[in-house]
Every structure is written in structure tokens, then in C-alpha cells.
């Protein structure tokens, strides 16, 4: 189908954009790879588009102190190249297609929020922040906080997403994405990044969890990560781990999996990435 008529803006600085978003019926246009497809079964009709591609402050990907700050218009291609996390840098390789990975941002991937978003889980298993820029000023807020239901942020309407900040990794420290796709469309039907940290005697003194696919929302399966600080990380902790994985979430079900079997999978996968993070974070 056609989109609606829109209007057509290309603001060139950071201050423009937040100007332009003014108006309520203005969305903002970064790869187009969710946002397009929305506009063309008419989900989406704003009148205009702000189209992000010429603002130099959302670009770029540099160290700033202890964390890396990621630009929000970096491409998952740029991610997907990254080599400080393998579970960011698996998440973006496993996201789409080649053209979407070409086209699409780390910033649009969080904004829209899906529930079933891969780079989500690894930010939320990092530990990751947001940096949000609107008519109030900066504000920063963590990706935990961040996603507030399907498709909805914790960002005001005026708001644009300029940055996301990673802590970086120390020393012992490992990561990885596990993904269960849907073969038709690729997307997760379960999505598990972890994060371990041990100290020097082997025992964990850093977990994060991030699940996608799941819930309603991306999550950090915070239970299951108290279960492994200051465990020896033995099979037995992470099954521990991995049968807490789902506290507290409401399992979705639909056309391509049952509750049941999701949540089955998502006990697997949390396994699966917790033993690949396990095995890097001891190399
Ligand atoms: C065929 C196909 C397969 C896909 N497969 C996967 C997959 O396997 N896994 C996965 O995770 N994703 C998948 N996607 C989605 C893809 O990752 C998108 O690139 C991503 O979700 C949105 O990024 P974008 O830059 O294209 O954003 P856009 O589509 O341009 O925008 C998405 C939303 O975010 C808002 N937005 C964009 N940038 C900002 C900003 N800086 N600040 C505030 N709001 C902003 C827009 O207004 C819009 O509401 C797929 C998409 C397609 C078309």
C-alpha cells in the first residue's frame, strides 16, 4: 500500500530535529526499516517525517570513560562490527537481513521498542543507559527503566534518542546473544544475552540478563541474575539461574509458539547463553 502524504524535513543539527518534533504530528525517520513498513499498511500516518540521516551529534561510536557511547543513528552493520561485546555484536548480527542491518539504527531498534527486538536484550544484559535530548533538556535514563509496554518507551513525545551508553568490559568478564528465531520472518520467538563477570578465584561477581521475545516488554530477569552473584557459575547455578529466568513475566503466546513452549526454549536459551558468556569470560 501507499503511505498517507507527509510532509518531508531534514533537519541538519540535533536542536532542529527537537524543534521539528514540535508538532504532534511529527514522527521521527532514522533507517525506516520498522517505521516504513508501519506507514505503508497505514499503522503509522504522521503528517510529517523528520528524517534524522544529516544530524552529525546522533553519529559516531568513541570511549567516554568507562563507558562506550553509541550514537543513536549508528547502523547495526557498525554494531554488528563492534568488538568490545559479543553479545551486542551477536545481537546485531543476527538482526534481519542484510539490507535492514545496512538500513536500520541502534537508536530506531530501541525506540520502537518490539518486543521481540534483539539489540534490546544485549543492551538490557549490559547494563546499558539512554541518552534522550528534548525541549526540557538532557536526560539520562537506564534501558531498564526504558521499556514501559509493547511498541512504548519511557521517552516523551518531544524527546530524540541521541546516544546509548554500554559500561565497558574489565577484566573476566564475557558475553553472548543466543537467539531462537521464527523461520519465516526471523524475528526472536526467544532471545537470551548474558553477561558474567567473575573475579579472580572464578566466582561471579557481575550477571546481567536481557530476554527478548518473551514478555511484553524486552526485559533483565533480575531474580535469576541474584541466583548467580557470588556462585561458582557450576551447572547447577545456572540451572538455578535458568529456571528463574521467567519470574515474574507473563509468556506470550501466538501463531508460532505456545506459552509453554516458549517459556520451555527460554529456560534453554538462558542455559545456552550463560554457558557461551561463562566460556569467553574465562578465556
Ligand atoms: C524484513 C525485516 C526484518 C527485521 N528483522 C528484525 C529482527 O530479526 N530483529 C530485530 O530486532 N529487528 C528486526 N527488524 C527491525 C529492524 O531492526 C529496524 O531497523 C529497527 O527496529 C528500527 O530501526 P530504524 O533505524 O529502521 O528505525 P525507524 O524505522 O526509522 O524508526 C522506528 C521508530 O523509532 C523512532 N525513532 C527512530 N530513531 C529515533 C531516535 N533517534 N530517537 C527517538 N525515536 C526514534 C521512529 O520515530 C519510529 O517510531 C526487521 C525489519 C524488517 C523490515
Known amino acids: ?7 518531508y524535513l531534514r533537519p541538519a543539527s540535533l536542536d532542529e530535529a527537537v524543534a521539528a518534533l514540535a508538532d504532534p504530528g511529527a514522527k521521527l525517520l ?12 497505514r499503522f503509522a500516518a504522521p503528517d510529517a517525517l523528520v528524517d534524522l ?9 568513541e570511549v567516554r570513560g568507562e563507558e562506550l557511547r553509541i550514537g543513536a543513528l549508528t547502523r547495526h552493520v557498525e554494531v554488528a562490527g563492534l568488538d568490545t ?4 555484536r551477536g545481537a546485531a548480527q543476527q538482526t534481519g537481513d542484510r539490507q535492514v542491518r545496512r538500513l536500520g539504527t541502534i537508536g530506531g531498534a530501541v525506540s520502537h521498542a518490539d518486543p521481540a527486538g534483539d539489540l534490546p536484550a544485549a543492551l538490557l ?11 526540557g533538556g538532557r536526560r539520562s535514563v537506564p534501558l531498564e527503566e526504558f521499556f514501559t509496554g509493547p511498541l512504548m518507551t ?9 546516544s546509548l551508553f554500554v559500561p565497558l568490559p574489565s577484566g573476566g568478564s564475557g558475553s553472548a546473544y543466543c537467539k531462537l528465531a521464527q523461520d519465516a520472518s526471523g524475528f526472536a520467538l526467544v532471545g537470551v544475552a548474558a553477561r558474567l563477570g567473575l573475579d579472580k578465584g572464578g566466582t561471579c561477581r557481575m550477571a546481567g540478563i536481557g530476554v527478548t521475545g518473551v514478555g511484553f516488554t524486552p526485559y533483565r530477569a533480575r531474580a535469576a541474575e541474584e ?5 561458582r557459575l557450576t551447572d547447577a547455578d545456572i540451572e538455578k539461574a535458568a ?5 515474574d513475566v507473563e509468556v506470550a503466546a501466538d501463531a508460532y509458539a505456545s506459552a509453554e513452549y516458549r517459556a520451555e526454549m527460554c529456560r534453554l536459551f538462558t542455559r545456552r547463553a550463560l554457558a557461551a558468556a561463562l566460556s569467553k569470560a574465562q578465556i
Not at 540521516?53 to 561510536?61: I, N, P, S, T, Y
Open 30 to 41: 532514522a533507517g525506516g526499516q520498522s517505521l516504513l513498513p508501519l506507514m505503508r499498511l
Open 243 to 247: 529456571r528463574a529466568v521467567l519470574e
Open 154 to 162: 519511557a521517552a516523551t513525545p518531544g524527546e530524540v534518542l541521541e
Open 85 to 88: 561485546w559479543d553479545a551486542l
Open 125 to 135: 544484559a549490559l547494563g546499558a543507559r539512554a541518552e534522550l535530548v528534548g525541549p
Open 53 to 61: 540521516q544529516d544530524v552529525a551529534e546522533l553519529k559516531g561510536v
Open 1 to 7: 500500500m501507499i503511505p498517507q502524504e507527509f510532509r
Open 227 to 231: 541466583l548467580l552473584l557470588g556462585s
